[in-house]
């Protein structure tokens, strides 16, 4: 291995493990934080002058460094899946249980975002005057994200033909990347190439594994200054907002929690029990590194090298297999997005008074599968989602203001369900096929 590779991967062995680094600069961030908050105020000129000069810049540096890595990670990846894989029947059948489980468990999550939702009503009592404010204090980015979403506003059969992208180059080329079109055209040129002789495959297979190589070191660099990125992403989020919007806001977040744990817990408890032959806490200890990267990264896309290797090394499941899984995952199956989705169109519609029948709570959820879905895994894409769904139901979409300043706490809570939900259809995937093929459960690692 050459010495910048060894070091890159000798990094999360030799000091404190990587996740517990990013943690330390996520707890000292929040406190430097929220001390700065209090002893001078979200408005002192030179609070102000750190966070818009310095950490800002700082946090979103890192997320786009990671952000960078993410094509050439996610075209490579499923490529190598798809080929790993071998026969397209395995793939066939590998694809219907991932394809089965991702929308069983979406529908799921968003049933228990809209239950907890209807249950709490945590937006019936939110006061008009707070209301107001937040509307006041938000609205020129929530007017952004309603004329975005208005000029996306597409007809049901526009959206099934805009899956397809007419040119890779452009869907790449968008900002945030068409990550679906992406995929489709991964998961079809690894088709494509899997039915090659092996001379024609070859070398290309060996090209994807070069980028998909180096793509990963990339994120293995750039996440050794993850404690740094991460402490000043919380800098800013906290020393500007403080926790006061914590308080009017207290019963949403608290629903959005409730129901991210339920799912996280019962849910996907009950799966790997069932099916993937896992115990939940035995599954939770040994995805923890995962599970912290997507919560300090906020990105389901960033974490895939992390989930990648957790999956293969410290969960047993095949590679190619978790190649498969994870990488589409990665974009498609994002139960906390969906969840908080559901959560989230209900706490306004309560705002705003707009009683939503059974039907109008079925469309929702209709539209928060598919949301959850064609999201990509990258910090707040979900929310040009929800100003779509208001619009789609009746309530404001400018309603979004309301919870754009908790977005980032939420979407480090989502984000960590996102990633383990797709953990855990890789292990349950893996369990049944090794099991089809006479094998004993995935092996983990201890
Ligand atoms: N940040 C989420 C993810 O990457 C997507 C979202 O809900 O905004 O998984």
């Known amino acids: 291995m050459n010495p910048l590779a060894a070091r890159a991967a000798s990094g999360y062995r030799d000091r404190m493990p990587s996740h517990l680094r990013i943690l330390w600069g996520f707890v000292v961030g929040i406190v430097l934080g929220a001390a700065a908050h209090l002893g001078l105020g979200a408005d002192h000129p030179a609070l102000v002058a750190v966070v818009t000069n310095a950490t800002e810049p700082a946090g979103k540096l890192f997320l786009r460094a990671l952000l960078l890595c993410v094509v050439p990670l996610v075209a490579s990846s499923l490529v190598l899946g798809v080929v790993g894989l071998g026969d397209l029947r395995k793939l066939g059948r590998v694809g219907a249980k991932t394809l089965g489980l991702t929308l069983c468990l979406s529908a799921i999550s968003v049933v228990v975002g809209l239950a907890a939702a209807n249950l709490v009503r945590p937006g019936v009592d939110l006061e008009p005057a707070v209301r107001a404010r937040l509307v006041a204090k938000y609205a020129s980015n929530a007017a952004e994200v309603a004329a975005k979403a208005t000029a996306d506003d597409q007809t049901f059969a526009e959206s099934i033909v805009g899956i397809i992208p007419p040119n890779i180059a452009s869907a790449v080329a ?211 989602f929800i100003a779509i769904v208001l619009s789609q139901v009746g309530v404001p979409a400018e309603g979004i203001a309301i919870v754009l300043g908790v977005d980032r706490f939420l979407d480090m809570c989502r984000t960590v369900v996102n990633v383990g939900g797709d953990l855990a259809v890789a292990v349950t995937v893996a369990r049944s096929e090794s099991s089809r093929a006479g094998g004993a459960a995935p092996a983990a690692a201890p």
């Open 174 to 384: 968008k900002n945030p990347p068409d990550m679906l079109g992406l995929m489709l055209f991964a998961l079809f040129f690894g088709v494509a190439l899997a039915l090659q002789p092996e001379q024609v495959k070859k070398p290309l297979v060996d090209v994807a594994e070069a980028v998909f190589r180096a793509a990963s070191t990339m994120v293995h660099l750039v996440m050794k200054v993850a404690p740094i990125g991460v402490g000043c992403l919380l800098f800013s989020m906290t020393s500007r907002f403080g926790f006061e919007l914590l308080v009017p806001l207290a019963l949403y977040v608290a629903c959005v929690l409730g129901a991210l744990l339920f799912h996280q817990l019962a849910v996907y408890g009950a799966l790997l029990r069932v099916l993937g032959g896992m115990g939940l806490f035995d599954f939770l200890r040994r995805a923890q590194p995962a599970l912290v990267t997507a919560f300090s990264t906020s990105s389901s896309n960033a974490t895939l090298p992390t989930a990648l290797e957790v999956s293969e090394q410290r969960l047993g499941v095949p590679r190619e297999i978790g190649g498969f899984v994870l990488t589409i995952g990665a974009t498609a199956n994002q139960n906390g997005t969906a969840l908080f989705e559901g959560v989230t169109v209900l706490f306004l519609a309560q705002v705003f008074g707009v009683d939503l029948t059974l039907g109008q709570q079925l469309t929702v959820l209709v539209l928060a599968v598919v949301a959850g879905i064609g999201t990509a895994g990258v910090p707040s894409a979900s929310i040009p």
